[in-house]
DNA sequence: CGAAGTTGCAACACCAATGTAGCGACTTTG
DNA sequence: CAAAGTCGCTACATTGGTGTTGCAACTTCG
């Protein structure tokens, strides 16, 4: 729609929201002031960038849901064996360190598109896995999804608190979502 | 320590908490002005119950975290079939409808006490799940209790949701962690 | 009943965060 | 190289939340 940024402008609105995701993650109360330090950047320019403070959160959402969402896409989630794009995704979103709840976002915001694509493509990989038989037919898709990123995102808290491998993190989420703690945890 | 509370002080003062719960829980963010009014009381009230907002806010958890151990406490961890007190106990969280996390309060506070006393029970029980061959004896204790409340978080969410039953959500629940997707959910 | 304590209300001071504006120096782009 | 655009910085206006005080009306409790 508007034409394309210059590139320090680039530069700039990236290093603003990258700040603004890790220390929104901390306190989600931060000030513009400590995002724009984060960012190394003068607080003026963040609002240079972004007329609001809610701008600024409206663009860090779509942002990290287009980030979500290339981490399915490069999960090959229609092609790969389920298990596997299971794990390739789960992976993904560690290392992404997200700590945003898709399933939490269910408000009828100016990010619908997106969303429904994303919870789309979360159920049709479900869906996969339950067609394979990985997962029980009646599966509740709907809880399967939350389940889901509820353990993702302990994963990623444990990362933070112990550095585990994102692939290791993976292998548990899996693991403990497909087979329970009834199962000792085995590699995918 | 002080002389107890006045009967009408008492009251107020629960409802403030109550209120400050419910409201918190949209939004942590909310204004004193807010919880006051939540509460059905003045502003400058609350300031009087409560020197500062952290004062509030301590008093908040604290409150919280006894209610969560006399959950604890109530689905006789010690005595009954381990299933059966998981089962209870979620059951009890839920209608707690509690939205804190135990495991998110790492940080050393001024609750250290009772949250070590909690986090001890828990793992007490999750011990005994081990014992009793319900989960696999190597399970990562730690990683069981955390994946256990953030199941039961998304179990909350759902219940304001759909309103489903305590004692359904705390199936599905117990039934994910233990056996996982894997298998269909079956009652305890 | 009466003293002690509590509440609502109005008024006020204070501060941190937000948002705006202008200017000189620097960077990008064609 | 030059025009257009961007950034840091300083200064300022505004606002919403926080915390305080005093007083009249009401509640509790001995």
Known sequence: MTRPLRADSERTVRAILDAANRVLAADPGASLQQIADEAGVARTTVHRRFANREALMEALVQDMLEQMESVIDDSRPETAPPLVA????????????????????????????????IKAKNRAMFQRLADAGVIAADTDLEWAVRAYFALLHEAVERRAATGSEPDTLAALVTSTLVGGLREPVSPA
């Open 86 to 117: 299971l794990h390739e995704m789960s992976a993904g979103y560690i290392r992404l360190k997200s700590r945003w709840r898709v399933g939490a976002v269910t408000e009828a915001d100016v990010h619908q598109d997106v969303v429904e694509r």
